[in-house]
């Protein structure tokens, strides 16, 4: 039983196009989360969500469009791909005040 | 937001040697304090955390110890082994909100034979 989960785990694509990460966590929680993870592995937060509502933008391009149709879940869209977009995506989940569960991450590569 | 400042950013201990790595923060009000351990090509796994109530929590080889005067927090590996041999990360609960969970910078640990 995967607790967060993620698809697909690799993807190529080409500069322009739109592509889309789906999540989903079967934990309960209420609070879920995306991560970018660069090339030097800092992890920085792109978005926090709250029982299905947006709570943190953390200064991301409005190329990059989180949903969460409900709590189990946060899609991430992203229009208009560019090469420094490459990147490991994760989304996490977590109970309020406690940690955060990752999913297996989306290798994103922009060519 | 908050800026967490994670020290050494590469460490190589022995096997069986002790490896320390810290962080420090800004916001005093933070109260709660993870730490992550990330191998190769996968994810983030919580290892241990710790919350302001305590000054240190230990977990077999790995304790944590904080102090929220000087506003840091350190993670100790004893013994270390080659399995040990990961990037790990600090992170921090910023106050004011359930919902925001930043980073360290990570530190590479490498455990040599």
């Known amino acids: 039983d995967t607790a967060v989960s993620q698809t697909p785990k690799y993807l190529v694509t080409q500069m322009g196009n739109d592509k889309s990460i789906k999540c989903e966590q079967n934990?309960?929680?209420?609070?879920m989360y995306w991560y970018k993870q660069d090339s030097k592995k800092f992890l920085k937060i792109m978005f926090s969500?709250?029982?299905?509502?947006?709570?943190i933008n953390e200064t991301v391009p409005n190329r990059f469009s989180p949903k969460s149709p409900d709590k189990a879940h946060l899609n991430l869209h992203i229009n208009s791909l560019e090469l420094g977009d490459s990147a490991v995506y994760f989304c996490?989940?977590?109970?309020?005040?406690?940690?955060?569960?990752f999913g297996q991450g989306t290798r994103l590569t922009v060519v | 937001g908050e800026n967490v400042e994670q020290h050494p950013s590469t460490l190589s201990v022995q096997e069986g040697d002790s490896a320390v790595i810290k962080c420090t923060y800004s916001?005093?009000?933070?109260?709660?304090f993870p730490w992550y351990k990330q191998e190769l090509g996968k994810r983030p796994q919580l290892i241990i955390d710790i919350r302001s109530n305590v000054g240190e929590k230990k977990d077999q080889r790995i304790a944590v110890t904080l102090n929220k005067t000087a506003k840091h927090f350190s993670l100790h590996i004893t013994e270390t082994q080659p399995e040990d041999s990961a990037v790990y990360f600090c992170?921090?609960?910023?106050?004011?909100?359930?919902?925001?969970?930043?980073f360290g910078t990570g530190t590479r640990l490498q455990v040599t034979l």
């Open positions: 916001d005093s009000a933070s109260n709660y």
């Open positions: 996490a989940s977590s109970q309020d005040w406690g940690s955060a569960f």
């Open positions: 934990l309960g929680h209420d609070t």
């Open positions: 969500y709250n029982n299905k509502e947006l709570i």
């Open positions: 992170a921090l609960l910023e106050s004011g909100t359930a919902s925001k969970l930043t």
